[in-house]
């Protein structure tokens, strides 16, 4: 949009993995700035604050909204409640300033992410009060009642019933959106797309090198994400270190936003586990596009057994580079992972039918291959960020236009 000559802002917070939002950060890494432009977008970043004593009283503000929506109560009782409560999910020094400043020069407000309903409120509120459609793109997770939970609040489900277009990123989410009484004419699947051009070319990336850097002396799966239990971090370590107790030698490469709570699991294996996790796992954390590729082209296949994930993004990305890929058969994944055509899926949390599965593809090159090039002629055909920005496009200008 701004290559194109739009104007557009982008508010978000200084957050650099989900536990910031409820306790100081404790990593010595340089903030990113608090405003810059990247590629022709204004970035503004906003200070999280933590209110005494961090972490007790966001969990437990947090934990009191779930547990309002898991109740027997009305929505004209708990709404009122989940209201009030959202005004520290999560704190942020300087929201209303932000929007203040933006909103009045906007032709429409974007909100992506409903699942910190303090700010979906906000956004909300300056978006009627300055007239300015709204267009919101839950992320809505549909996973178990705890998961729903963060998206399903009665005050979140008045916001999407309200705006002018809520964005679904597959059929299964469209369908629970409709299942909240959010107008179908409202509702618009736009799936996520990847750029084909990749930052790493597969035939540049040295192979034998990145494994010599990660010592990695055996087949490799690859997860990409945060390394949260919900996201299946947990059960594809079981899965792994199973494989390789049972002689078949398997490395894994974490990357994304590390978990404590992943570190902790780890801890928990037996002697025997946790020499596997020494010698076999290995957690880089947040790395950039180009180590996230050559992770990608070196591996055997990804595998994200997430029951929290509405579309997964990351899978396009693997198929990119032909790569197999396995998926939980939970949330919106189904929808774009067709399983023994472009992937395998497993039940979450089934850590043996993972196990089975991982050592499926690594015995069956064949089937591997068949997969991953069936994957990457499905991103060509459906999901390129062309595609899905043109159909943004289409989105706002009937918005806008009111049509």
């Known amino acids: 949009m701004a290559a194109a000559g739009s104007q557009v802002t982008v508010l978000t917070t200084n957050a650099r993995r989900a536990s910031d939002f409820w306790q100081p950060p404790v990593s010595t890494a340089p903030q990113s700035p608090k405003r810059e432009i990247i590629d022709g977008v204004a970035v503004e970043r906003l200070a999280l604050t933590y209110p005494w004593p961090p972490p007790y009283l966001f969990g437990l503000l947090r934990r009191a909204g779930l547990w309002l929506y898991l109740s027997p109560l009305p929505p004209k009782v708990t709404r009122p409640v989940q209201q009030y409560l959202a005004r520290w999910m999560p704190p942020l020094r300087g929201l209303s300033d932000g929007l203040a400043q933006h909103a009045p020069k906007a032709d429409l407000i974007h909100y992506q992410d409903s699942s910190w309903d303090g700010l979906l409120l906000a956004v909300a509120t300056e978006a009627s009060r300055y007239g300015k459609p709204l267009v ?15 998206f399903q609040m009665a005050h979140q489900v008045s916001v999407y019933r ?30 996520m797309g990847v750029n084909p051009t990749l930052p790493t070319p597969p035939d540049s990336v040295d192979v034998a090198e990145l494994r010599r850097e990660l010592a990695l002396d055996g087949p490799v799966v690859a997860f990409v994400g945060a390394n949260t239990y919900d ?29 404590e709570g992943l570190a902790l699991f780890l801890q928990q294996q037996s002697a025997e586990g946790r020499a596997v996790v020494r010698d076999r796992v290995h957690v880089l954390g947040i790395v950039g596009e180009v180590t996230k590729h050559r992770v990608l082209a070196a591996c055997n296949l990804l595998a994200l057994p997430s029951q929290v994930d509405t579309f997964g993004l990351v899978f396009l990305e693997a198929w990119l580079h032909s790569k197999p890929v396995i998926g939980a058969d939970a949330g919106g994944i189904p929808d774009l992972v067709q399983h023994e055509k472009t992937g395998l899926l497993v039940p979450f949390g089934d850590v043996g039918a993972l196990a089975a599965a991982v050592r499926r593809l690594l015995v069956k090159p064949g089937l591997a291959a068949r997969l991953g090039s069936a994957g990457r002629g499905q ?25």
């Open 136 to 150: 919101v793109g839950p992320l809505m997770h549909l996973g178990n009642a705890w998961v729903r939970a963060h």
């Open 162 to 191: 309200a705006a002018a277009a809520v964005l679904a990123l597959s059929p299964r989410e469209a369908k629970a959106l409709q299942a909240l009484g959010v107008p179908g004419k409202s509702i618009h699947v736009i799936r």
């Open 231 to 259: 996201k299946g971090a947990h059960s594809l370590a079981e899965a792994v270190i199973r494989l390789n107790l049972e002689g078949l030698p398997v490395d894994l490469v974490y990357t994304g936003p590390e978990d």
């Open 379 to 403: 991103v060509l055909e459906h999901h390129t960020w062309d595609l899905t920005y043109r159909n943004l496009l289409r989105v706002y200008g009937k918005v806008l236009t009111k049509q």
